[in-house]
């Protein structure tokens, strides 16, 4: 799939301007700032800002929050490749180099296509040495059932999907089974954080703080959450498998980003994963010839590493040189109300009892050394 870069995209990334002048900024960064000051490192506001509107917001705070986030200690980083610097092609040579090392020293992980679309975006915000430490922990943890020999965890942890979507759109749902379109759309979606199919940079690294502050599953949660919001689209649609797959496949550029975050999160408090556990369970995968697999049929040309990186690049240096200003909020419905109230939960003065619930949840999935998720 080729990616396009579209630097003042129609919808904001996010209500909260740019400028050092907006108080809301000004206030979310100065608890950031506290949260990392303070003995110990308070890493439940660090998840409440990450998850709340606007996520992180630069690069130079990922850097600083999303170790924290990981629980990765950042005083003792892996040393650089040996390598001499003048032999190495930049970024290209980095990229193989984490995905060696991390590889290298877990040999129980599998590479996966689409696991250089995670990697690249944590070298370009975090560097080689940082993003090798994180990618490393997020590999064994939240990564960890992508990375199996078979794809049989993928597809159990795809089968979370059609549950959550029956609960919150019976119609759609039952449309979708109609058709038996399936989950394999969302494939792509899941195991690169959806880095692979968002073209903005800053849509992505905007899901990144929100899915690193999260429970493991909630990607899953924020695809039910797309394929909600694409109600219509999938209704108008004809009633068969390939019709409704291309569809959903084609995710659209100008999503209300803030707002599916919102109701991703509502719809975790409200359908927790131990509630779907057993449907998921129950869910029979559907068996597909892997030319069918649209989203995903890359070109080994399209998944080279330097193809990824050439393209990673460019978006941020168009963002760079995208001129300041301060991002202009888009007026919310009155009927999307009700899906902010997780989004905002970092700035306001009480937290609402589903927002704790989320942060709490997220404290208790946080990895730790001797955690191991998806059992």
């Not at 990673?312 to 902010?340: C, D, I, N, S």
Request: proline share 6%; charged share 25%.
């Amino acid at each position: 799939m080729k990616r396009s870069r579209s630097v003042g995209a129609s919808s904001p990334l996010n209500g909260i301007g740019k400028q050092d002048g907006d108080p809301r900024r000004k206030r979310k960064l100065a608890e950031i700032s506290q949260a990392l000051n303070v003995m110990p490192v308070d890493v439940a506001v660090l998840r409440r800002m990450a998850i709340s509107e606007g996520g992180l917001l630069t690069d130079e705070i990922r850097c600083k929050v999303w170790p924290r986030l990981l629980n990765v200690p950042t005083d003792i980083l892996p040393e650089k490749s040996g390598m001499p610097d003048e032999q190495r092609e930049g970024l290209q040579e980095e990229l193989i180099d984490i995905i060696l090392r991390v590889l290298g020293r877990n040999t129980q992980l599998h590479y996966y296509q689409g696991y250089h679309d995670i990697v690249v975006t944590f070298l370009l915000v975090l560097g080689e040495r940082l993003a090798t430490a994180l990618v490393e922990k997020l590999s064994t943890h939240h990564l960890r059932d992508f990375m199996d020999p078979t794809m049989d965890n993928t597809k159990h942890i795809l089968n979370y999907l059609m549950p959550i979507i029956e609960r919150v759109n019976p119609e759609v749902h039952d449309f979708m089974q109609q058709a038996e379109v399936g989950t394999i759309f969302a494939l792509s979606w899941l195991i690169t954080w959806f880095g692979h199919v968002l073209s903005d940079f800053r849509h992505v690294v905007r899901l990144y703080d929100f899915f690193l502050a999260c429970h493991p599953l909630m990607p899953i949660y924020f695809a039910a959450v797309i394929v909600q919001y694409r109600e219509d689209e999938v209704l108008d649609c004809e009633c068969d498998m390939a019709s409704v797959h291309h569809l959903l496949s084609q995710i659209p550029q100008d999503l209300p980003y803030e707002m599916l975050i919102s109701r991703a999160g509502d719809l975790f408090v409200q359908f927790p994963p131990s509630e779907l556990a057993r449907e998921a369970a129950q869910q029979y995968s559907q068996q597909m010839a892997a030319s069918t697999f649209k989203d995903f049929d890359l070109t080994p040309e399209q998944q080279r590493p330097d193809t990824v990186l050439r393209r990673r690049r460019r978006e941020r240096q168009a963002l760079k040189g995208a001129a300041a200003g301060a991002m202009v909020a888009t007026a919310q419905p009155t009927t999307a109300r009700r899906f902010v109230r997780l989004a905002v939960m970092g700035l306001t003065v009480a937290l609402g009892a589903a927002a704790l619930t989320l942060v709490n949840t997220a404290l208790e999935w946080a990895p730790k050394l001797d955690l191991h998720l998806f059992p």
